[in-house]
């Protein structure tokens, strides 16, 4: 069965501190990946995607991803946290010519002076 | 750009009442989706249309009914609404599926059911 999982539901970090967000997935046949933000009542804006080829992706506002099929996983970081950061992240699978796309159950991140 | 229009942007509702949940996108998608957020579930499919006039259940399609009134119109009716029910509702869109398209979602509605 197709299905992601996100590794800790809460993170905190500090202001200038890495962020690494984790993600793995199961699929069966090579999957779409995607990371979402969503804001304090607000929808959820993409991030980042991933295209078939390029392992290492960036997105908007600095972060990155790494899809590592060995590992099948696709985690997102940051070098240095901002408090702007905080908000809840979604790693998102798609998966063949299926409309479904499979969200993990977020990760809420939080930003610490 | 408005992109993905959702409204109401809250709404009550007692037991046994329906509603029905309206999302416009102008962004000439041809799939839209609508998705139900639950604290620690993430969000969960509940009905999707790949194309006008097409629509299909998600993981969740028990209690729901939806409508692709035209392309850029995908309404989701609660007919008989129960507390399970009490969620924020997404609706989004994507230009083509099957694909790497990203999908594009509105700010969401708040129900409550009582």
């Known amino acids: 069965a197709q299905s992601v999982t996100q590794l800790g539901s809460h993170v905190s970090v500090s202001e200038g501190a890495l962020v690494l967000l984790r993600c793995n997935y199961s699929?069966?046949?090579?999957?779409?990946l995607f990371w979402y933000v969503q804001y304090p009542n607000q929808g959820l804006q993409l991030l980042l995607k991933y295209t078939t080829g390029a392992t290492l992706v960036k997105g908007i506002n600095g972060f990155e991803a790494e899809f590592k099929k060995s590992e099948t996983s696709f985690h997102l970081t940051k070098p240095s946290a901002h408090m702007s950061d905080a908000a809840e992240y979604f790693c998102?699978?798609?998966?063949?010519?299926?409309?479904?796309?499979?969200f993990g159950t977020g990760t809420q991140l939080k930003v610490e002076l | 750009n408005a992109g993905v229009t959702q409204t109401p942007k809250f709404q009550v509702l007692k037991t046994g009442q329906s509603m029905t949940l309206q999302c416009a996108q102008d962004m000439n998608h041809n799939s839209m989706y609508w998705y139900r957020q639950d604290p620690g579930m993430g969000l969960r499919l509940i009905y999707y249309?790949?194309?006008?006039?097409?629509?299909d259940k998600g993981e969740v399609p028990n209690g729901y009914n939806v409508s692709r009134l035209n392309k850029r119109e995908f309404s989701l009716r609660l007919e008989s609404a129960a507390p399970s029910q009490t969620s924020v509702y997404f609706c989004?869109?994507?230009?083509?599926?099957?694909?790497?398209?990203?999908?594009?979602f509105g700010n969401g509605t708040r129900l409550t059911v009582t």
């Open positions: 989004a869109s994507s230009a083509d599926r099957g694909t790497n398209s990203p999908l594009h």
């Open positions: 249309s790949a194309s006008e006039g097409t629509t």
């Open positions: 699929s069966s046949v090579p999957p779409y």
């Open positions: 998102a699978m798609r998966t063949g010519g299926g409309n479904k796309l499979t």
